[in-house]
C-alpha cells in the first residue's frame, strides 16, 4: 500500500460535465480506494457549481455501494459559467479549506480539466483527473469513461432503425453525439455496418456519401444507413438529409437523432472495470505527490498525462479503421 502523502488528509470527488455511464464506478474505486488509504472522503455535488456553493456530502464505504451498476452520476453534475472568474475560482478555494480538503478528483472530460489546471494554477490543493466523457477524444489515453457503453447503446439503436430502413428500401441519416470529434460515430458505423459515416475530422466523405446515393442506392434499391457525427462540417444530419433529398427528390429520406439516449443506461462491464481501475490510480496518484496530471489507460496500462497537453491537444481519429471501413464499402 503507497505511503500516504504528507499533508493529505481529506480528498473531494467530483464529476463535471456531461454524464457518462461508469462516473459512478469511479466514484466508488476512488472512495473505497481513499478510504483504504486512511483517507476521508468528501462528496462535491453538481460539478464546480457545488463546489463554490458547499455542496458537499462526507462519504462512507457504505454510501457508494450500490452505484457501480447505475447510469448517470449520483453526485450530479453542473455546468458553472461562474467558475470561470476569479471570484468563482476564489468562493470555491474558500469552500474547500472550510472543509479541509486537501486534494480533488475531478472525472470529467477536456473543459473540466481545464477547469482545474487553471484553479490549480491559482491555488495550492493538487487536482487529479479521470477521463469521462462518451465522445472518446480525449488526448492522452485510449479510453474514456462511457464511450463503450454509449457505443452499444448506439449499435442496439441502429440494429433497429436497419429493420425499417431495409423494409421500405430508406436512407437514413442516424446522428449521434460528437461535435468536436468523430470516435463515436467512426466505431458504432463500422459496427453497424453503415454506408457511409460522416465525422467533423474528415472534409471530404461528402464525396463518399453522393458515389453511395449514385452507384449504391440508385443502382441497386437498396436501403442505407448513413452515420453522422453531430458536429460534422456539413451541418448535421437534418442538413445532409435536406440537401441530398433537394438533389435527389425520388429518394426515400429519413432522419434519427439518437440524442441523450446515448448518455444513459447501466455502464457495461467494460466501463465498470475501467472506470474502476482509474478511480484507484487516481488516488494513488495523490499519494504519489501528483498533481494537474489526468490517469489514463494506454496499452490497457495506467498512464499519467500532464493536464497542460490533454486540455491542448486533440485526439487523432483512427484512420486505419476509416480506411478499413471505405475498403469494405467499395462500390
Given at each position: 500500500?503507497?505511503?500516504?502523502?504528507?499533508?493529505?488528509?481529506?480528498?473531494?470527488?467530483?464529476?463535471?460535465?456531461?454524464?457518462?455511464?461508469?462516473?459512478?464506478?469511479?466514484?466508488?474505486?476512488?472512495?473505497?480506494?481513499?478510504?483504504?488509504?486512511?483517507?476521508?472522503?468528501?462528496?462535491?455535488?453538481?460539478?464546480y457549481?457545488?463546489?463554490?456553493?458547499?455542496?458537499?456530502?462526507?462519504?462512507?464505504?457504505?454510501?457508494?455501494?450500490?452505484?457501480?451498476?447505475?447510469?448517470?452520476t449520483?453526485?450530479?453534475?453542473?455546468?458553472?459559467?461562474?467558475?470561470?472568474?476569479?471570484?468563482?475560482?476564489?468562493?470555491?478555494?474558500?469552500?474547500?479549506?472550510?472543509?479541509?480538503?486537501?486534494?480533488?478528483?475531478?472525472?470529467?472530460?477536456?473543459?473540466?480539466?481545464?477547469?482545474?489546471?487553471?484553479?490549480?494554477?491559482?491555488?495550492?490543493?493538487?487536482?487529479?483527473?479521470?477521463?469521462?466523457?462518451?465522445?472518446?477524444?480525449m488526448?492522452g489515453?485510449?479510453?474514456?469513461?462511457?464511450f463503450?457503453?454509449?457505443?452499444?447503446?448506439?449499435?442496439?439503436?441502429?440494429?433497429?432503425?436497419?429493420?425499417?430502413?431495409?423494409?421500405?428500401?430508406?436512407?437514413?441519416?442516424?446522428?449521434?453525439?460528437?461535435?468536436?470529434?468523430?470516435?463515436?460515430?467512426?466505431?458504432?458505423?463500422?459496427?453497424?455496418?453503415?454506408?457511409?459515416?460522416?465525422?467533423?475530422?474528415?472534409?471530404?466523405?461528402?464525396?463518399?456519401?453522393?458515389?453511395?446515393i449514385?452507384?449504391?442506392?440508385?443502382?441497386?434499391?437498396?436501403?442505407?444507413?448513413?452515420?453522422?457525427?453531430e458536429?460534422?462540417?456539413?451541418?448535421?444530419?437534418?442538413?445532409?438529409?435536406?440537401?441530398?433529398?433537394?438533389?435527389?427528390?425520388?429518394?426515400?429520406?429519413?432522419?434519427?437523432?439518437?440524442?441523450?439516449?446515448?448518455?444513459?443506461?447501466?455502464?457495461?462491464?467494460?466501463?465498470?472495470?475501467?472506470?474502476?481501475?482509474?478511480?484507484?490510480?487516481?488516488?494513488?496518484?495523490?499519494?504519489?505527490?501528483?498533481?494537474?496530471?489526468?490517469?489514463?489507460?494506454?496499452?490497457?496500462?495506467?498512464?499519467?498525462?500532464?493536464?497542460?497537453?490533454?486540455?491542448?491537444?486533440?485526439?487523432?481519429?483512427?484512420?486505419?479503421?476509416?480506411?478499413?471501413?471505405?475498403?469494405?464499402?467499395?462500390?
Amino acid at each position: 500500500m503507497t505511503e500516504k502523502r504528507k499533508g493529505i488528509k481529506r480528498i473531494g470527488v467530483f464529476t463535471s460535465g456531461g454524464d457518462a455511464p461508469g462516473m459512478n464506478a469511479a466514484v466508488r474505486a476512488v472512495t473505497r480506494s481513499a478510504i483504504a488509504h486512511k483517507l476521508d472522503v468528501v462528496g462535491i455535488r453538481r460539478g464546480y457549481q457545488g463546489m463554490i456553493e458547499g455542496d458537499f456530502v462526507k462519504l462512507r464505504s457504505s454510501d457508494v455501494s450500490g452505484i457501480m451498476q447505475l447510469g448517470g452520476t449520483f453526485l450530479q453534475t453542473a455546468r458553472s459559467t461562474e467558475f470561470r472568474s476569479d471570484e468563482g475560482m476564489a468562493k470555491a478555494y474558500q469552500q474547500l479549506k472550510s472543509q479541509e480538503i486537501d486534494a480533488v478528483v475531478v472525472i470529467g472530460g477536456d473543459g473540466s480539466f481545464r477547469g482545474a489546471l487553471d484553479f490549480s494554477q491559482q491555488y495550492d490543493i493538487p487536482f487529479v483527473g479521470i477521463p469521462g466523457t462518451i465522445d472518446n477524444d480525449m488526448y492522452g489515453t485510449d479510453y474514456t469513461i462511457g464511450f463503450d457503453t454509449a457505443l452499444n447503446t448506439v449499435v442496439e439503436a441502429v440494429d433497429k432503425i436497419k429493420d425499417t430502413a431495409s423494409s421500405h428500401g430508406r436512407i437514413f441519416f442516424v446522428e449521434v453525439m460528437g461535435r468536436e470529434a468523430g470516435q463515436l460515430a467512426l466505431k458504432a458505423g463500422v459496427a453497424c455496418g453503415a454506408e457511409v459515416i460522416l465525422i467533423p475530422e474528415i472534409q471530404s466523405d461528402e464525396i463518399e456519401l453522393e458515389k453511395f446515393i449514385t452507384k449504391g442506392y440508385k443502382s441497386k434499391k437498396r436501403s442505407g444507413i448513413i452515420m453522422v457525427a453531430e458536429g460534422d462540417k456539413a451541418g448535421g444530419a437534418f442538413k445532409l438529409a435536406e440537401k441530398v433529398q433537394k438533389e435527389h427528390p425520388d429518394l426515400d429520406v429519413r432522419v434519427s437523432i439518437l440524442g441523450h439516449m446515448q448518455r444513459g443506461g447501466n455502464p457495461s462491464a467494460i466501463d465498470r472495470v475501467k472506470a474502476t481501475q482509474l478511480g484507484v490510480a487516481a488516488v494513488e496518484a495523490l499519494l504519489d505527490d501528483q498533481k494537474s496530471i489526468m490517469v489514463g489507460l494506454k496499452d490497457d496500462k495506467i498512464v499519467h498525462v500532464p493536464m497542460v497537453k490533454v486540455v491542448k491537444m486533440n485526439r487523432d481519429i483512427d484512420n486505419d479503421l476509416l480506411n478499413i471501413h471505405r475498403t469494405i464499402n467499395t462500390l
